[in-house]
């Protein structure tokens, strides 16, 4: 017997779609003219939940919204505390210029995350409005930073993680806390 710590699954891979699916309609609501909305994920399960967005989004509009990635480790006010991992090459595929920003991540914890990944995204452009979707809010804020999308709240403890996995990176799907 390991000493594994035990898996707990949040979202099992048919309630992670219908949260996705939600989101998106959540989206097409709040968001008035799609085709300024520009999806900027944040390495790398928020690039690659922008993806799975883009495709709801494509199926529920039959509009083709622009996505791109942008890497805020550069911008870490704590890079000694997170470390560094591979530098995904920032992408965004259209100025920002009064663009209407959707900033996405798996989970937002501290908030230091998403201040970065906004002073990365304000050094290409200043776009109209800069809005966030999470798929997970696990508490624990360091920063006045909410999301505008949240998938799912859940309290965890400090020592604990959360895990959004998806079928084309990781061969299985959902969330979980590891």
């Known amino acids: 017997m390991s000493n594994k710590t035990k898996r707990i699954v949040i979202l099992n891979e048919v309630e992670l779609r219908k949260t996705i699916s939600r989101l998106t309609s959540e989206i097409i609501e709040k968001v008035k003219n799609l085709d300024n909305l520009v999806l900027v994920g944040i390495p790398t399960r ?3 939940l922008a993806k799975a967005l883009e ?3 494509f ?3 039959g509009l083709k919204i622009k996505k ?7 911008y870490r ?3 000694n505390r997170v470390g560094t991992r591979l530098i995904k090459a920032t992408d965004i595929p259209t100025p920002i210029e009064k663009k209407e920003i959707l900033l996405i991540d798996d989970v937002i914890y501290t908030g230091r995350t998403i201040r970065a990944a906004m002073d990365a995204l304000y050094s290409w452009g200043r776009p109209k409005r800069v809005m966030l979707l999470v798929m997970v809010d696990r508490g624990h804020r360091e920063l006045p930073i909410q999301p505008d999308f949240c998938g799912k709240k859940v309290q965890t403890s400090k020592n604990e993680s959360i895990n959004l996995r998806l079928n084309n ?5 959902g969330v979980f806390l590891e």
Do not use: H, R
Not at 68 to 74: A, H, K, L, N
């Open 59 to 61: 199926f529920k509009t």
């Open 46 to 48: 928020g690039f690659d």
């Open 77 to 79: 006010d704590d890079q």
């Open 68 to 74: 791109g990635i942008i890497d805020p480790t550069f």
């Open 55 to 57: 495709e709801k989004l």
């Open 169 to 173: 990176v990781d061969n299985e799907e």
